[in-house]
Protein backbone atom coordinates (compact mmCIF):
# COMPACT_ATOMS: atom_id res chain seq x y z
CA UNK A 1 0.00 0.00 0.00
CA UNK A 2 1.04 3.29 -0.93
CA UNK A 3 1.09 5.73 2.33
CA UNK A 4 0.83 9.64 1.11
CA UNK A 5 2.05 12.08 3.71
CA UNK A 6 0.68 15.19 3.44
CA UNK A 7 2.90 18.52 4.71
CA UNK A 8 2.21 20.95 6.89
CA UNK A 9 -1.05 19.67 8.57
CA UNK A 10 -1.94 23.44 8.75
CA UNK A 11 -1.01 26.12 7.07
CA UNK A 12 -1.09 29.62 8.48
CA UNK A 13 -1.65 32.50 5.39
CA UNK A 14 -3.38 35.49 4.76
CA UNK A 15 -5.14 36.83 1.80
CA UNK A 16 -3.05 37.28 -1.31
CA UNK A 17 -0.08 35.04 -0.09
CA UNK A 18 1.04 32.21 -1.95
CA UNK A 19 0.87 28.42 -0.72
CA UNK A 20 2.50 25.35 -1.56
CA UNK A 21 1.18 21.83 -0.03
CA UNK A 22 3.29 18.92 0.25
CA UNK A 23 2.08 15.38 -0.57
CA UNK A 24 4.87 12.85 -0.50
CA UNK A 25 4.57 9.07 -1.26
CA UNK A 26 6.03 5.64 0.37
CA UNK A 27 7.14 4.47 -3.34
CA UNK A 28 6.69 5.99 -6.74
CA UNK A 29 2.79 6.85 -8.02
CA UNK A 30 2.64 4.39 -11.00
CA UNK A 31 2.30 7.21 -14.05
CA UNK A 32 1.64 10.31 -11.39
CA UNK A 33 -1.74 9.79 -10.80
CA UNK A 34 -1.86 11.81 -8.04
CA UNK A 35 -4.93 14.30 -7.57
CA UNK A 36 -5.78 16.95 -5.30
CA UNK A 37 -9.14 18.16 -3.69
CA UNK A 38 -10.64 20.78 -1.80
CA UNK A 39 -13.10 19.94 1.23
CA UNK A 40 -15.03 23.14 2.59
CA UNK A 41 -16.90 22.21 5.60
CA UNK A 42 -20.15 20.18 5.41
CA UNK A 43 -19.59 19.73 1.67
CA UNK A 44 -17.79 16.74 -0.69
CA UNK A 45 -14.23 17.46 -1.87
CA UNK A 46 -14.08 18.86 -4.96
CA UNK A 47 -11.22 17.89 -7.89
CA UNK A 48 -8.80 20.37 -8.12
CA UNK A 49 -5.88 18.83 -10.07
CA UNK A 50 -5.66 15.51 -11.50
CA UNK A 51 -2.99 13.38 -13.06
CA UNK A 52 -0.35 15.27 -11.21
CA UNK A 53 -0.72 18.27 -13.25
CA UNK A 54 -3.49 18.90 -15.03
CA UNK A 55 -6.38 21.71 -14.34
CA UNK A 56 -9.71 19.72 -13.64
CA UNK A 57 -12.31 21.68 -15.43
CA UNK A 58 -13.53 24.99 -14.16
CA UNK A 59 -10.44 25.77 -11.55
CA UNK A 60 -9.18 28.73 -11.87
CA UNK A 61 -5.09 28.93 -13.01
CA UNK A 62 -3.98 30.18 -9.89
CA UNK A 63 -4.07 26.65 -8.62
CA UNK A 64 -1.03 24.00 -10.35
CA UNK A 65 0.19 21.01 -9.57
CA UNK A 66 3.62 19.72 -10.22
CA UNK A 67 5.52 16.26 -9.30
CA UNK A 68 5.90 12.80 -10.34
CA UNK A 69 7.56 9.64 -9.03
CA UNK A 70 7.43 10.11 -4.98
CA UNK A 71 7.01 14.05 -4.31
CA UNK A 72 4.05 16.43 -5.67
CA UNK A 73 3.28 20.07 -5.17
CA UNK A 74 0.01 21.94 -4.89
CA UNK A 75 0.62 25.74 -5.71
CA UNK A 76 -1.95 28.12 -4.76
CA UNK A 77 -0.23 31.42 -6.52
CA UNK A 78 -2.31 34.34 -4.46
CA UNK A 79 -5.20 33.05 -1.73
CA UNK A 80 -8.68 34.29 -2.06
CA UNK A 81 -11.32 34.41 0.49
CA UNK A 82 -12.98 30.96 -0.64
CA UNK A 83 -9.71 28.78 -1.13
CA UNK A 84 -9.46 28.51 2.56
CA UNK A 85 -10.63 24.70 3.35
CA UNK A 86 -8.89 21.69 3.47
CA UNK A 87 -7.03 19.81 0.79
CA UNK A 88 -5.91 16.07 0.13
CA UNK A 89 -4.37 14.46 -2.27
CA UNK A 90 -5.04 10.86 -3.29
CA UNK A 91 -2.97 8.20 -5.77
CA UNK A 92 -5.05 5.81 -7.59
CA UNK A 93 -1.90 4.48 -9.91
CA UNK A 94 -2.39 1.19 -7.76
CA UNK A 95 -4.88 -0.38 -5.27
CA UNK A 96 -5.61 -0.14 -2.56
CA UNK A 97 -5.87 3.62 -3.59
CA UNK A 98 -4.75 5.93 -0.87
CA UNK A 99 -5.37 9.76 0.54
CA UNK A 100 -3.09 11.95 2.55
CA UNK A 101 -4.11 13.22 5.85
CA UNK A 102 -4.75 16.37 4.57
CA UNK A 103 -3.75 19.85 5.04
CA UNK A 104 -5.82 22.78 6.55
CA UNK A 105 -5.38 25.75 4.94
CA UNK A 106 -6.47 28.58 7.33
CA UNK A 107 -6.62 32.53 7.83
CA UNK A 108 -3.97 33.78 9.54
CA UNK B 1 -25.09 18.41 -15.01
CA UNK B 2 -22.98 15.66 -13.60
CA UNK B 3 -25.16 13.88 -10.26
CA UNK B 4 -24.86 11.75 -8.21
CA UNK B 5 -27.01 11.05 -5.41
CA UNK B 6 -26.31 8.87 -2.40
CA UNK B 7 -28.82 7.09 -0.36
CA UNK B 8 -29.67 4.26 1.90
CA UNK B 9 -27.41 5.81 5.08
CA UNK B 10 -28.77 5.18 8.78
CA UNK B 11 -28.67 4.25 12.14
CA UNK B 12 -27.41 0.37 12.86
CA UNK B 13 -26.39 -1.29 14.97
CA UNK B 14 -22.72 -3.20 15.24
CA UNK B 15 -23.07 -6.59 13.23
CA UNK B 16 -26.13 -5.22 11.08
CA UNK B 17 -25.87 -4.11 7.58
CA UNK B 18 -27.11 -2.05 5.18
CA UNK B 19 -27.10 -1.34 1.20
CA UNK B 20 -26.39 2.37 0.20
CA UNK B 21 -27.10 3.46 -3.68
CA UNK B 22 -25.65 6.13 -5.73
CA UNK B 23 -27.63 6.97 -8.68
CA UNK B 24 -26.07 8.84 -11.66
CA UNK B 25 -27.22 11.40 -14.31
CA UNK B 26 -25.48 13.41 -16.79
CA UNK B 27 -22.75 10.97 -18.27
CA UNK B 28 -22.65 7.43 -19.94
CA UNK B 29 -22.17 5.99 -16.54
CA UNK B 30 -21.35 2.34 -18.29
CA UNK B 31 -18.41 4.34 -19.45
CA UNK B 32 -16.86 4.87 -16.16
CA UNK B 33 -15.32 3.63 -12.81
CA UNK B 34 -17.06 4.19 -9.80
CA UNK B 35 -15.64 4.61 -5.90
CA UNK B 36 -16.86 4.67 -2.64
CA UNK B 37 -15.50 7.08 -0.19
CA UNK B 38 -15.99 7.55 3.29
CA UNK B 39 -14.98 10.29 5.77
CA UNK B 40 -15.78 9.35 9.08
CA UNK B 41 -16.51 12.66 11.86
CA UNK B 42 -13.92 15.55 11.92
CA UNK B 43 -11.27 12.76 9.99
CA UNK B 44 -9.80 12.90 6.50
CA UNK B 45 -11.05 10.79 3.43
CA UNK B 46 -10.53 6.75 3.46
CA UNK B 47 -10.80 5.23 -0.17
CA UNK B 48 -12.68 1.82 0.43
CA UNK B 49 -13.54 0.14 -2.67
CA UNK B 50 -13.55 0.74 -6.74
CA UNK B 51 -15.23 -1.06 -9.77
CA UNK B 52 -14.24 -1.05 -13.49
CA UNK B 53 -16.59 0.30 -16.20
CA UNK B 54 -16.40 -3.34 -16.87
CA UNK B 55 -17.69 -4.99 -13.50
CA UNK B 56 -14.69 -7.90 -13.30
CA UNK B 57 -12.19 -5.07 -12.16
CA UNK B 58 -13.06 -4.76 -8.42
CA UNK B 59 -10.88 -3.58 -5.88
CA UNK B 60 -11.29 -2.97 -1.59
CA UNK B 61 -9.56 -1.34 0.93
CA UNK B 62 -8.48 -3.57 3.50
CA UNK B 63 -10.92 -2.75 6.28
CA UNK B 64 -13.69 -3.79 4.33
CA UNK B 65 -12.71 -6.50 2.39
CA UNK B 66 -15.13 -9.50 2.96
CA UNK B 67 -17.63 -7.47 4.51
CA UNK B 68 -18.54 -5.24 2.02
CA UNK B 69 -19.50 -5.57 -1.98
CA UNK B 70 -20.11 -3.04 -4.57
CA UNK B 71 -21.77 -3.41 -7.35
CA UNK B 72 -23.17 -1.52 -10.36
CA UNK B 73 -26.42 -1.50 -12.91
CA UNK B 74 -25.44 0.34 -15.63
CA UNK B 75 -28.91 -0.13 -16.94
CA UNK B 76 -30.85 1.51 -13.82
CA UNK B 77 -27.37 4.17 -13.92
CA UNK B 78 -26.90 3.06 -10.07
CA UNK B 79 -23.94 1.66 -7.99
CA UNK B 80 -24.25 0.16 -4.55
CA UNK B 81 -22.20 -0.82 -1.23
CA UNK B 82 -23.61 -3.99 0.50
CA UNK B 83 -22.27 -3.31 3.69
CA UNK B 84 -22.29 -6.35 6.32
CA UNK B 85 -20.85 -6.70 9.81
CA UNK B 86 -20.68 -3.54 10.54
CA UNK B 87 -18.76 -1.98 13.42
CA UNK B 88 -18.64 1.00 15.21
CA UNK B 89 -15.33 2.63 13.23
CA UNK B 90 -17.69 2.28 9.68
CA UNK B 91 -19.68 5.38 10.84
CA UNK B 92 -18.87 8.14 8.02
CA UNK B 93 -20.48 9.76 5.55
CA UNK B 94 -20.13 7.90 2.27
CA UNK B 95 -19.63 9.30 -0.98
CA UNK B 96 -19.66 8.03 -4.51
CA UNK B 97 -17.57 8.78 -7.01
CA UNK B 98 -17.03 8.88 -10.85
CA UNK B 99 -14.12 7.99 -12.97
CA UNK B 100 -10.32 7.17 -12.11
CA UNK B 101 -9.52 10.62 -11.08
CA UNK B 102 -13.29 10.77 -8.76
CA UNK B 103 -14.09 13.96 -11.50
CA UNK B 104 -17.25 14.54 -9.47
CA UNK B 105 -18.56 13.15 -6.06
CA UNK B 106 -22.07 13.17 -4.45
CA UNK B 107 -23.47 15.20 -1.39
CA UNK B 108 -22.93 11.60 0.83
CA UNK B 109 -24.84 10.05 2.88
CA UNK B 110 -24.71 9.23 6.44
CA UNK B 111 -23.78 5.81 8.26
CA UNK B 112 -24.25 5.56 11.68
CA UNK B 113 -22.98 2.18 13.81
CA UNK B 114 -24.42 2.72 17.59
CA UNK B 115 -25.78 0.14 19.67
Not at chain 1, 74 to 82: A, C, K, M, Q, V
Not at chain 2, 6 to 19: A, C, D, F, N
Not at chain 2, 79 to 89: I, T
Request: aromatic letters at 10%; charged letters at 20%; glycine letters at 10%.
Amino acid sequence: EIVLTQSPDTLSLSPGEGATLSCRASQSVSSSYLAWYQQKPGQAPRLLIYDATNRATGIPDRFSGSGSGTDFTLTISRLEPEDFAVYYCHQYGSSPRTFGQGTKVEIK
Amino acid sequence: EVQLVESGGGLVKPGGSLRLSCVASGFTFSSYSMTWVRQAPGKGLDWISYIGSSPSNIYYADSVKGRFTISRDNAKNSLYLEMNSLRDEDTAVYYCARGRELLNWGQGTLVTVSS
